[in-house]
């Protein structure tokens, strides 16, 4: 079982909805981060989180401690936010180390 | 400012063969983490550096390398070519002096083929 868990895997919606990809992880984690990876290939950071919720635009990404869980949520989506989603666990890996474990990203295409 | 450059964009090998890679950051950040993505297992972490020193790393084996010069600006070496190696390699810097930053700034990437 990988660490980090993505799902769905691919997600196709109607310009306007209101969208959800979910990230599960079974370690102990420092952070979670998603990114966004346009069709083009160039990956953009979009968020990191300990805790709570963050909210940048229409973007609003959550995160559940306890349940090992974060979802990334796209309100009013828009043909423009059509990407790949990664998730990333941040982990502390001793001696003043991290690693970063990546989900397998979860493939949105909003059609107009 | 001028974004995260990667050298060369492609580049063609064959097994056994040695590469180098490389990746100016950001002016000003210290940080550079380099990245692994094929469709098989997605995105992996390499390794991070910071001010010339290599801070964190991943599960890669000893082929992978790296190094940063005071200029900020990394390498990485892949020694002994595997057509497994095939991917694109994208690096990031930031200004983040603990762990991984909430912005890392992409470069373009670097497609790599072992033939």
């Known amino acids: 079982k990988n660490e980090v868990e993505q799902s769905p895997q691919n997600l196709t919606a109607q310009e306007g909805e209101f969208i959800t990809i979910n990230c599960s992880y079974s370690v102990g984690i420092s952070a979670l981060h998603w990114l966004q990876q346009h069709p083009g290939g160039g990956i953009v950071s979009l968020f990191m989180?300990?805790?709570g919720k963050k909210k940048h635009g229409r973007l609003i990404a959550t995160i559940n401690i306890q349940e090992k869980h974060s979802s990334l949520h796209i309100t009013a989506s828009h043909p423009r936010d059509s990407a790949v989603y990664i998730c990333a666990a941040e982990r502390y890996s001793g001696a003043g180390s991290y690693q970063l474990t990546f989900g397998k990203g979860t493939k949105l295409s909003v059609i107009p | 400012k001028a974004g995260v450059t990667q050298t060369p964009r492609y580049l063609i090998k064959t097994r056994g063969q040695q590469v180098t890679l490389s990746c100016s950051p950001i002016s000003g950040h210290r940080s550079v983490s380099w990245y692994q993505q094929t469709p098989g297992q997605g995105l992996q972490f390499l390794f991070e550096y910071f001010s010339e020193t290599q801070r964190n790393k991943g599960n890669f084996p000893g082929r992978f390398s790296g190094r940063q010069f005071s200029n900020s600006r990394s390498e990485m070496n892949v020694s002994t070519l595997e057509l497994g190696d095939s991917a694109l390699y994208l690096c990031?810097?930031?200004?983040?002096?603990?762990?991984?930053?909430?912005?890392?700034?992409f470069g373009p990437g670097t497609r790599l083929l072992v033939l």
């Open positions: 990031a810097s930031s200004l983040q002096e603990t762990g991984f930053s909430e912005t890392q700034y």
């Open positions: 989180l300990s805790s």
